[in-house]
T-cell receptor, first 117, second 112 residues
Framework: DVKVTQSSRYLVKRTGEKVFLECVQD?????MFWYRQDPGLGLRLIYF???????EKGDIPEGYSVSREKKERFSLILESASTNQTSMYLC????????????????FGQGTRLTVV | DAKTTQPPSMDCAEGRAANLPCNHS???????VYWYRQIHSQGPQYIIH???NNETNEMASLIITEDRKSSTLILPHATLRDTAVYYC?????????????FGTGTRLQVFP
């Protein structure tokens, strides 16, 4: 079974703190993604990575950065947390299309519900 | 990037077919249509995907129009456990990137 594991299910942080959200996958996937989910807005892509040390901005990268030093781990960093970053954060990973791999769909973690106070 | 449009909510009687529409009128020729669903408090779960042809698996069927501007996910015999938010997604693949663009989804309520 594919496992995408997010380090925390619930997190409470103070405004201005630096926050790290960690995600680990065990399927040797090239792609990893960070989304945030807010009521009425669906899932919005923050950043994604298609290889170690490679990253691209998604639709809402402002206030976030990412790190991918190893293939299995993708970290989302909130440099200075603000209350408008209170949200559910979802990590996903997938194999790249057209590489001959059977399962190319993205697999999601259970999510981290972050509250910034 | 291609975007998708879905109705915000739908109801379906248990045992009947649930037909969930999706509009993706700006989709490009190499972009796939994926469907996921999310049951409350869980991460999204993959259902099915397709490029041009209709597809079927043990969970659902996917019907894509010939012009590829819209698709329909069919759950042939909906159960109460199919109550969830269903996302129609375009998968954008370029030479070095591969990303899923989510919309706001359809909340499907299956009632007894």
């Amino acid at each position: 079974d594919v496992k995408v594991t997010q380090s925390s299910r619930y997190l409470v942080k103070r405004t201005g703190e630096k926050v790290f959200l960690e995600c680990v996958q065990d399927m040797d996937h090239e792609n990893m993604f960070w989304y945030r989910q807010d009521p009425g807005l669906g899932l919005r892509l923050i950043y994604f990575s298609y290889d170690v040390k490679m990253k691209e901005k998604g639709d809402i990268p402002e206030g976030y950065s990412v790190s991918r030093e190893k293939k299995e781990r993708f970290s989302l960093i909130l440099e200075s947390a603000s209350t408008n970053q209170t949200s559910m954060y979802l990590c996903a990973s997938s194999a790249v299309l057209d590489t001959g791999k059977v399962f190319t769909e993205a697999f999601f973690g259970q999510g981290t519900r972050l509250t910034v106070v | 990037d291609a975007k998708t449009t879905q109705p915000p909510s739908m109801d379906c009687a248990e045992g009947r077919a649930a037909n969930l529409p999706c509009n993706h009128s700006t989709i490009s020729g190499n972009e796939y249509v994926y469907w996921y669903r999310q049951i409350h408090s869980q991460g999204p779960q993959y259902i099915i995907h397709g490029l041009k042809n209709n597809e079927t698996n043990e969970m659902a069927s996917l019907i894509i129009t010939e012009d590829r501007k819209s698709s329909t996910l069919i759950l042939p015999h909906a159960t109460l456990r199919d109550t969830a938010v269903y996302y129609c997604i375009v998968r954008v693949r370029t030479y070095n990137t591969d990303k899923l663009i989510f919309g706001t989804g359809t909340r499907l309520q299956v009632f007894p």
